[in-house]
Nanobody, 124 residues
């Protein structure tokens, strides 16, 4: 069982930056691929980015490439999402997710564990 707790969300102006964190419980964090997803009001949850268990492989949605960076610290059981050049369309609840896998996982339905989400609001 893995418990995930996101933090770092908030209100930011367009062009600004935020860093989200996702802290995981358990001793096997380094065995889990991690992902970030988001859900805007009235829309389906969508993939943002993911990293392999080692952190050496990453994947990004086209909409965030060049602006967002995923990273992880397996010693701290934490995955991060650095978000730069934020746009109003990035406004959403951001969720982190975990799946026991060495390779990067981009499909939402494959993830086994989810955090409660953190709100990110970007004003224009």
């Amino acid at each position: 069982q893995v418990q995930l707790v996101e933090s770092g969300g908030g209100l930011v102006q367009a062009g600004g930056s935020l860093r989200l964190s996702c802290a995981a419980s358990g001793r096997t964090f380094s065995s889990y691929a991690m992902g970030w997803f988001r859900q805007a009001p009235g829309k389906e949850r969508e993939f943002v980015t993911a990293t392999s268990s080692s952190g050496r492989t990453t994947s990004y949605a086209d909409s965030v490439k060049g602006r967002f960076t995923i990273s992880r610290d397996n010693r701290k059981n934490t995955v991060y999402l650095q978000m730069n050049s934020l746009k109003p369309e990035d406004t959403a609840v951001y969720y982190c997710a975990a799946k026991m896998s060495r390779v990067v996982v981009t499909t939402m339905n494959e993830y086994d564990y989810w955090g409660q989400g953190t709100q990110v609001t970007v004003s224009s």
